[in-house]
């Protein structure tokens, strides 16, 4: 498959509005997100069913995802963009997806820096605008000037990576050996591990943990699906939150 | 004497759609938020303040360091709204009072909003719509989209209103009141019922070794530990992965780790 300079473009745009107001807030709930990402790269490039299942198994990785006080782990939304394009294009299974995806997301949290750094420079411009009593300066100047750097220190980079890079991957396939290809399969079933983890880390206590091997056997042994395993989840949720809690009303525990 | 000034409950939506938009358009390392926050209260000031020199102060006070999670921290901007309403009337009430309440109140927010919104919310939203796609279904991804907007917009409109209405008191009874405890618990149960399953699904990790006992070929896999606990490879990968989070080895760390135990696991063909 051949990727046009407009497709190209196009994945560079979302990628920039992933990270934009022009959604709203809840964006970065949404296009942000791997599953989101991948599924929108599919559309653009024809494969919507394909980018969502690569989309899916990147997020997996980034589940445990949180971006606190403006610290970061890797950037989700260009590993989702940028990966599920490269992966369409170069015809690479969802568990190489993922093991080439997540350098991409590591790197591109330089982006992330550079902007939240030049992004300063601009308080003090509304500081001296106010100063002025240009009052409503200020609401130009919260979104204007941080969107224009932002679009160039993100569509830029995405668009070029999207365009150049499927020759550098199909070179590296071609150089590759089935061997090769199965060590990347391993890297992408262990890195979920990571994404798991680090959710855990916030809501794991030694009280939640054994639903977790609960959840582990449910999907191992029983097969179950996610869905129904959340069904379950509910209802496990509901009745200990109510035994633990009955009769003693607002007191914190 | 001065006319009363309130504001409709139009003035207090358009204020809270600047912050809803623009939260984080310019978030920055210097003060963050802040000129999200100011611009979010321009609507209100510009009502409540017609003398040039009064709205200029006021835009001045909340252009300071600010930094919330946007969705449960916008209570804080509903009490400043409710704050400023009482200030333009007449109440004498300090730029560091103002100061005090945001800076007070937006560091337990944020650890409230992250642990709800990015710890809980959206990652149990993703493992079911993650596992609706892995069925071959485009729903997955459509339903993520739709249900968090869903979510997110209502609980932070919520928020803003009810901080605009009830004032502190809003804040006292979410920080204090024993039903955000029951709430996060009870999400904490589904959201680590819901990574196991993940567990299952993505970490598909099956040892390839295998002896010859005799004339009998012993396969680990599937002769010993399927028969142990099905899973306890990816099991035991992830409690040890966490272990090392809880011992603040660092993500990025620990994908080099991650992506070098594969590499070597994978030529030796442990896996």
Same mark, same amino acid.
């Given at each position: ?253 | ?137 485009? %729903? ?36 204090? @009141? ?18 196991? @399953? ?64 594969? %590499? ?8």
């Amino acid at each position: 498959m051949h990727i046009s300079f407009l497709q190209a473009a196009l994945i560079g745009i979302f990628y920039y509005l992933s990270w934009s107001p022009w959604f709203t807030y809840v964006g970065f709930f949404t296009f942000n997100r791997p599953l989101v990402a991948g599924f929108i790269t599919g559309i653009i490039l024809g494969q919507p069913l394909e980018g969502a299942l690569i989309g899916a198994g990147i997020n997996v990785i980034y589940l445990g995802f949180i971006s606190a006080g403006g610290a970061q782990m890797g950037d989700p939304s260009f590993a989702g963009y940028v990966g599920t394009a490269l992966a369409l294009v170069s015809n690479l299974d969802v568990a190489t997806a993922m093991a080439i995806s997540v350098p991409l997301g590591t790197i591109a949290t330089v982006l992330w820096i550079a902007k939240m750094t030049v992004n300063s420079f601009f308080v003090h411009w509304a500081d001296r605008e106010v100063e002025k009593g240009n009052v409503r300066r200020l609401a130009f100047i919260n979104v204007f000037p941080p969107q224009i750097l932002l679009f160039l220190v993100s569509f830029i980079p995405a668009t070029l990576v999207v365009f150049y890079g499927p020759d550098a991957v199909s070179g590296m396939l071609r150089v590759m050996s089935p061997s090769v290809l199965h060590v990347f399969t391993v890297i992408g079933a262990m890195l979920p591990a990571l994404g798991i983890a680090m959710n855990l880390k916030l809501i794991g206590n030694s009280f939640t943990m054994p639903f977790f091997v609960l959840g582990v056997i449910l999907s191992v042994y029983f097969k179950q699906d996610i869905l129904i395993i959340a069904i379950m989840g509910i209802v496990l949720a509901l009745t200990v939150t109510s035994l633990r809690y009955s009769g003693k009303k607002d007191v914190n525990v | 004497m001065q006319t009363t000034k309130t504001l409709t409950k139009n003035d207090v939506l358009k204020s809270w759609f600047r912050w809803y938009m623009f939260a984080q358009s310019n978030y920055n390392y210097e003060r963050m938020q802040a000129t999200a926050f100011a611009h979010s209260m321009l609507p209100v000031i510009e009502k409540l303040y017609p003398d040039k020199e009064d709205a200029k102060a006021a835009v001045q006070r909340h252009l300071s360091f600010f930094n919330t999670e946007p969705v449960c921290g916008a209570v804080i901007h509903g009490i400043t709204i409710a704050m400023e309403e009482e200030k333009a009337n007449g109440k004498p009430i300090t730029d560091g009072a103002f100061n005090g309440i945001k800076t007070g109140l937006m560091g337990p927010l944020a650890g409230i909003g992250d642990t709800l919104t990015q710890g809980i919310i959206t990652p149990i939203m993703l493992a079911i719509c993650i596992g609706i796609t892995n069925n071959q279904n485009l %729903a997955g991804p459509i339903i993520f989209l739709i249900a968090q907007f869903a979510i997110m917009t209502s609980i932070q409109l919520t928020m803003w209103m009810n901080g605009y209405t009830y004032g502190k008191k809003a804040v006292e009874q979410i920080l204090e @009141g024993g039903m955000i405890n029951k709430v996060i618990e009870g999400a904490s149960i589904l959201g680590t019922l819901v990574m196991g @399953g993940l567990v299952g699904r993505f970490i598909p990790l099956q040892t390839l070794i295998s002896f010859d006992v005799g004339q009998v070929k012993f396969n680990l896999q599937t002769d010993l530990l399927d028969k142990l606990m099905p899973g306890l490879i990816p099991l035991a990968l992830t409690l040890i992965v966490l272990s090392m989070v809880k011992k603040g080895v660092s993500p990025i760390k620990l994908m080099g780790i991650l992506i070098t135990l594969g %590499a070597v696991t994978g030529i030796l063909g442990i896996f």
